[in-house]
């Protein structure tokens, strides 16, 4: 099987990368294969002719984008646009990476796949242009993640450890909650989805239970021997003074994914499988 991965080089990316099952072919893409561009992704996929394609692509800086709308939305919506028609043109099955902030995340319920998103962000937004573009092609599956972290590139799990490692304070929020996930997980978990080919639709797949953005750095402290009050200083999101607004509470229903998919880990045991993968 060939599948053509956009994005290889960013986090996610890279474990799509490092951990394909032997019998898959990789075929990478990074930003030479700049998906804002119909002509590149044409002459891309047409040279490729995979079996299917995967895009990690993404304008991830949050506050950034408030900044940028623009080049946000032009990588994450226009982008899955131009695969979306390409992969129609070619028939080929595309899976399109979203996020849990295109939630507002103002209830303490979990999201399922029915529930109306209604971003906050710019950021939000633009990740939903991007499952509108892809949902043009009806073979897609569009996958809602949440706060990856990975061993490719600095996230929150990095900072907890560079804080440890240098004996510094860092700022941590105890009211943002969502179901932090492993890249390493979620790359072998996509490539579940394809073996099994579910049906084509939205799916959530992160790892199960939540926790604050406070929990999950304590628990790294923990499993390094680390007294979180050493290094952790709770605050709100609110204190930050952020330019983009984030859900506070965008946690995610994974019932969909473990029916048609399969099981999936709790968020304590992808902390530990990052720790072992470092
Ligand atoms: N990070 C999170 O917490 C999080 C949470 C939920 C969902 N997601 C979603 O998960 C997916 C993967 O995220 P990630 O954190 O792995 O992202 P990432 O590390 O920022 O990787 C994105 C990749 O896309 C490349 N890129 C940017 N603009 C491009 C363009 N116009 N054409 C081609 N390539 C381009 C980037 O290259 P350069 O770096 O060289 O610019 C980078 O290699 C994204 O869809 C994201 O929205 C992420």
Redesign the pocket.
């Known amino acids: 099987m060939k599948i053509s991965l ?8 890279s474990d799509l990368v490092n951990l394909a099952p032997k019998e898959t072919r990789i075929l990478s ?3 030479e ?4 561009n119909l002509n590149t992704v044409e002459g891309a996929l047409k040279a490729d002719r995979p079996d299917g394609v995967i ?6 800086n949050v506050d950034g984008a408030e900044k940028e709308p623009g080049e946000a939305f ?3 919506g226009k ?1 899955p646009e131009h695969l979306a028609v390409v992969c129609a043109e070619l028939d080929i099955p595309l899976i ?6 295109v939630f507002d995340g103002n209830r303490e319920s979990l999201y399922t796949e029915e529930d109306r998103p209604t971003p906050l962000s710019k950021y939000g937004e633009s ?1 939903l242009a ?1 499952e509108t573009s892809a949902r043009r092609w009806v073979k897609h599956y569009i996958l ?7 061993t ?2 600095d ?1 929150h799990a990095a900072r907890v450890l560079k804080a440890i490692k240098n004996k510094e304070k860092i700022n941590v929020a105890t009211d943002l909650f969502c179901s932090p ?1 492993f ?1 390493g997980d979620l790359a072998r978990w996509i490539y579940q989805l394809i073996e099994k080919k579910p049906p084509y639709g939205t799916y959530h797949v992160c790892h199960t239970g939540f926790c604050s953005r406070y929990d999950f750095a304590a628990r790294i402290c923990e499993l390094k021997n680390v007294d979180p009050s050493t290094i952790l200083n709770p605050i709100t999101m609110e204190s930050l003074h952020l330019p983009a607004r984030r859900p506070l509470h965008a946690c995610l229903s994974m019932n969909k994914w473990e029916k048609q998919v399969g099981a999936l880990l709790s968020w304590q045991d992808g902390l530990e499988n990052y720790l072992s993968a470092l």
């Open positions: 956009f994005g290889a080089k960013g986090m996610l990316g893409h990074d930003l294969t700049n998906i804002t895009n990690a692509v993404a304008f991830t032009l990588v994450n982008g399109q990476i979203s996020t849990d902030f990740k991007g809602r993640t949440s706060s990856l972290y990975g490719g590139r996230n996930t890249t």
